[in-house]
């Protein structure tokens, strides 16, 4: 069975930086796509920033030039290296691991950035 689990998350004041991790493991050999998302309190989930196994990225507009998402293949881990940190950026972030056809989640880890 698929795990999917988050760390790293924490309480960070505005222009500080966090690094989160994730790691997939259990029965699938490799993911095609990797990547965080997000959920504000009363807000929908949100992409952040996803990582092909081959290396493409794509970030959402709000964190271009401020996060890096890397993975490390042999591990089915993803990491989100999240600089410049503002209270926009508060929310549960959640790792996506995907091996076609089948998505997994984490649990989600908090990150709140105070001002």
């Known amino acids: 069975q698929v795990q999917v689990m988050e760390f790293g998350g924490g309480l960070v004041q505005t222009g500080g930086s966090l690094r989160l991790s994730c790691a997939a493991s259990?029965?699938?050999?490799?993911?095609?796509?990797m990547g965080w998302y997000r959920q504000a309190p009363g807000k929908q989930r949100e992409l952040v920033a996803t990582i092909t196994s081959g290396g493409n990225t794509n970030y959402a507009d709000s964190v271009k030039g401020r996060f890096a998402i890397s993975r490390d293949n042999a591990k089915n881990t993803v990491y989100l290296q999240m600089n410049s940190l503002n209270p926009e950026d508060t929310a549960v972030y959640y790792c996506?691991?995907?091996?076609?056809?089948?998505?997994?989640w984490g649990q989600g880890t908090q990150v709140t950035v105070s001002s």
């Open positions: 259990g029965g699938i050999f490799s993911f095609n796509t």
């Open positions: 996506n691991a995907y091996s076609s056809p089948f998505t997994y």
